[in-house]
Structure formats: structure tokens, C-alpha cells
């Protein structure tokens, strides 16, 4: 087949490209899980706040991904470098479901079991990290695998504004109108993304609460 | 029991509590005393469950003042406060991601004692409770009802305090099951003497594990009558529990265990 052909010979091109394209995911789903999560839990805490905070982050979310990259472009300091701004565009991206993961994972917590646990004088912090993360984890961590998914897919755009990663294969493939060279960037991607989600799948299933 | 000429361990002192326009509780006034079993009696609303929650500061009064052991329960360290009171509730509230053993050592553990002794504390709670040694690796989703209501009062239990909260414990048990853990409470507090406040709506279970009942309706208490003198009352609404429990109350009467 031509495109393995194809991927073979430049084998490592494909793997800088697959390399700079999990560099992007990875740390914009960093980035997203260090305000995702603390933002789920204080509106879980406090639901005054949650329709504000879940609203925003879905019109976040309703912005096509090429216009976004556009509209970040003349922010004085993340339109320098093209990859701190994808890395921000992506970060946006990847909020909502874990913001909304975290949200509903604390929330499922059986208000039995927190009530318990402050009647038997567990400090907010105690019961936080002792009883509503660890029940709430892989609803929390479903939230990252849709969140890594999403990523591995925008981020192929992010080639459109000199970021790098496979959409650099895609976006090249377009221009010359060459199938192989679109399916030598489409291929790595669509197996990152698989394989990213089963990680995490995994990940989910061994941090369950029994 | 003898009369306690000493402070009693739980006070509520004219309280009132409101709640989104509601009144919940209003002036009530009910003293505890060492040792005793005190039941709260009254139908749904009625304000048991909010006076319960009152003692452990799960709620703070609008106005007026719990004391335990003569000092109010608003001055000083809240937390502190409910590590010294045991707290049982209907849906018992287990951790379902530890074991049993976890559940009942999670406050000797967050209290700094060392794991040998929180070990030998949960086994000799398991025991107290009619439980095998075994069931301490167990996770709560592997316990029936009346098994998870056990461990429940084991945690209560485990950091050895003076008060315990029960509210409703047995509430959602089968007949059977209630029977039994209503039996071996009894044996229990015979034992141990702890001063109890014990929430329920069913009287016969007040008959028969209280020292004294205490009757509330719409947020007041109405009457403190011991289960002797409950069954004799003219109070009319005491008289229409009695008429509503039907026949056969007088066996449930706790007559005194000492």
C-alpha cells in the first residue's frame, strides 16, 4: 500500500510530528485538568455558580476551532509563539468536559456518606480528598478521556497557524491534493486518539471505588 | 438510673431554629442527662432529625443554645466536637470505597493512633457489634442491611465517645433484623452507659429502648414522659400514639435494665 509506503520512508517526520502533536495534547489537558478539576469541585460546592461557570465554558466550546486559533492570534503574548497558542486554544477545548465531569462526579458523591463524614468530624479538606475525589475519580477521569479525544482531533488544526503536529501531513496532503500525505498525518492521529483512550480508560477502570 | 445531680451532658436552651422562612424548632428546651437513652418522638417534620443535628453542629441554631457537657457547642473547635460524639444515620453512610476496617479506624486513624491499636480497636468494636473478624476486609457493598447498620455503630463507636447521635438507625431494616439489633442495643448500652439521643418515629421501638421519650410536634417539644408513663398519659397527643400503635405496647415498655 502506498500510504505505508509513504510512511515508512519518511518514518521520522511522522514521528517528530506525532511527537509535537502529543506534546500539544498533552500539555493543554495538563493545563485544562489544573483548572478543570479545583473549578468542578468549587461549584460543585457552591451551585450558585455552576450555571455561569458550565455556560462559559460551553460557548467556549460552540467556537469553531480554526476561527478560535484566528481570534487568539493577535493576543500580544500567546500569538508569539504559535504553539504556547495552541496550547492555550486547546486548554479552552478540553475545560468543559472536565469541568462538567467534575462537577457531576462530586455531585454524585450519596450525600449520606458526606453527611457521615461531617458528622463524624472529618475537616472539608478530609472529606474532600478522602471521600468525594476518590468516589467521584472515574467520572472525573471520563472527562479527560473525551477531553484527550477532542484534543488529538483540534489539535490536527493547529497545523494551520504553524503549530505543528500531524495537521502538518494533512494540511500539506490538501494543498497537493495527495491522499497518501493527508493519511500519513489522519493515520498516527486516529491511532493517538485511540490509544489515548484506552489509557485513560484503563486508568479509569483501576481507580474505581469498588 | 439515679438522678444526676451534675450537669446534664446535652442542654437545648430556648432554641429556635429556622430555615428559609420556616420554623423548624422553637423554644425548646429538653435536657440530657449521663447515660440515659433519650428518644425523640414524632412523625416527619417535626424537628427530631434538626435537634439532632443541632448537638454535632451540623446545623447552628437561629437563637438560643445547645450545651454539651455545660458549654455551649458553638464556642470552640467544631471538628473536635464531633470526633467526641458517635453519629448513626438511617442510610448508615458508609465509605463504600473502604473496607470495613477503614470505616470504622477512619477517625482513630485521622486522630493519630498508631496502626496496631486502631487493628486491635476494630476488632474489639466488630465483636462488640456481633460481628465476625473476618467481615473487617470486606467492602460494604458485600454486607446486608443489618450488617451495614452494624459496622455504622462501630464507627460511631470507635474513638470511644460519651454521645452518641442515633437518628432513625434502624429505620430501614426488616423486621426481623430490627428486632435483633434493637435487642442487642439494649445489651449494649447496659454495658457501655452511653448518653444517647435516639431519633425515631415508631413507637414501639421508643418504648422500648428509651429511658425517657420525648414527644415533639410541629417544631415543639410537647411532653418528656418516661415509657411507663407514656402508655398512662392523658396527653391527647400521647394518648393517640398509643390508640394509633394498637395493642401490645405494654410488653415493648423498657422497664428499667438496671
Redesign the interface.
Known sequence: MNVFRFILQNHSQVLELTLEHLRLVGFSTLLAMAVGIPLGIAIAHRPRFNKPVLASANIIQTIPSLALFGFLLPVPWLGERSERLAIFALTLYALLPIIRNTYTGIRGV?P????????????EL?LLF??EL??AVSVILSGVRVAVVISVGVATIAAAIGAGGLGEFIFRGLAMVDNRVILAGAIPAAILALVADFGVGWLERRLQ?? | MEPAAAIPVIEFRDVSYRVAGTQVLSGFNLQVESGETLVLLGRSGSGKTTSL?LV?R?LSPTSGDVLVNGVSNGEGDV?????SIG?V?Q???????FTVERNIG??PK?EGWPANRIRARVQELLQTVGLAADFASR?P?QLSGGQRQRV?VA??LAADPEIL?MDEPFGALDPLTRDELQREFLALQQRLHKTVVFVTHDLREALRLGSRIALMEAGQLVTVLSPREFLESSDPLASAYVRAFGEGLESSANRGTS
Open positions: 450519596d449520606a456518606v458526606v453527611e457521615a463524614g461531617r458528622g463524624m468530624g472529618l475537616t478530609q478522602q471521600v476518590p468516589l471505588p469498588r | 443535628k454535632n451540623l471538628i473536635r466536637l464531633r470526633r453519629y444515620i442510610d448508615v453512610g458508609l465509605f463504600p470505597h477512619l477517625v485521622i467492602y457493598h455504622g464507627r460511631a447521635l
